[in-house]
């Protein structure tokens, strides 16, 4: 019995690092983020490849913040310098050195084909997304092979009627009120997936009453879209435009329009 109590304590310690980062814990969906669909059965190269890409296009556009894109670290302990006690010196070093912020970072979703990739200050999930859409839509050519569809979401709460109401007037309404327009049409896309407590015509009569008068609803090719994303028992949105002008973000489908004349395997896109 003592055994048992004091193997579930060692495992508990070890779901910790030295600085308190978890090693095993599921990391809480929290945004701002990206959601992403894959290809069923690749979601770990999804996450590979969204991580180079994210890297990438976030060194190009913030550059300020490239010292904390990436894993970039310095391996000392190659060099050979000094004897045996200077090398353990540094490697006890190396381990009680603080771990640095990742910008980006997966969160568990435990839901095949579903990804989320969060990101910190500051990165822009609606501006990373749009560059990686229209750096496809004019070349052709996806930077991925397995990722489908990229929805940025500015901002995310609990999923219920009172936050979801909260964070659209904290991600939402300020996009209305300092716009220069003195008014959009606008349609409110909401995807829900896994979660069955909020309705959904409940919801979208909650949402279109806190939109400013003088925006309309049009259903079917409005200026600005307001993204919706509830997952399970969390949601997430965002604002943006010509969201069906490229297919809903769907970078795959963009590039086999875009190539019409090559034929791809089931489940890619165009990579180079």
Request: with cysteine; glycine share 6%.
């Amino acid at each position: 019995m003592a055994d048992k109590g004091k193997s579930s304590r060692e495992a508990k310690r070890r779901r910790y690092r030295s600085d308190g980062t978890p090693i095993w814990g599921k990391r809480a969906i929290d945004g701002p983020g990206v959601w992403v669909t894959c290809v069923k059965g690749k979601e770990k190269q999804t996450v590979g490849e969204l991580y180079d890409l994210f890297s990438a296009l976030g060194e190009e556009m913030w550059p300020n913040a490239e010292g904390r894109l990436g894993d970039k670290v310095e391996d000392d302990m190659d060099k050979d310098e000094g004897d045996l006690e200077t090398q353990i010196a540094k490697e006890i070093a190396a381990m009680k050195k603080p771990r640095k912020e990742q910008i980006f970072a997966n969160c568990q979703t435990n839901t095949p084909c579903v990804i989320f990739i969060s990101c910190k200050s500051p990165i822009d999930p609606v501006a990373l997304v749009t560059k990686y859409v229209q750096d496809v839509v004019e070349t052709g050519v996806t930077r991925t092979k397995y990722t489908q569809r990229l929805t940025p979401v500015s901002g995310s709460c609990v999923a219920n009627i009172p936050e979801i109401c909260g964070l659209f007037k904290k991600v939402v309404l300020p996009f209305f009120t300092s716009a220069e327009v003195k008014a959009y049409t606008y349609k409110i896309e909401l995807r829900i997936r896994n979660h069955h407590t909020v309705s959904r015509d409940l919801l979208l009569a909650e949402l279109a009453g806190l939109v400013p008068e003088g925006n309309k609803v049009e259903l079917k090719s409005p200026e600005v879209f307001i993204l919706i994303e509830l997952f399970k028992s969390v949601c997430g949105m965002s604002v943006v435009q010509d969201y069906y002008r490229l297919l809903k973000f769907n970078v795959m489908e963009i590039a086999n329009a875009k190539n019409e004349d090559v034929e791809f395997k089931d489940g890619e896109g165009r990579v180079v």
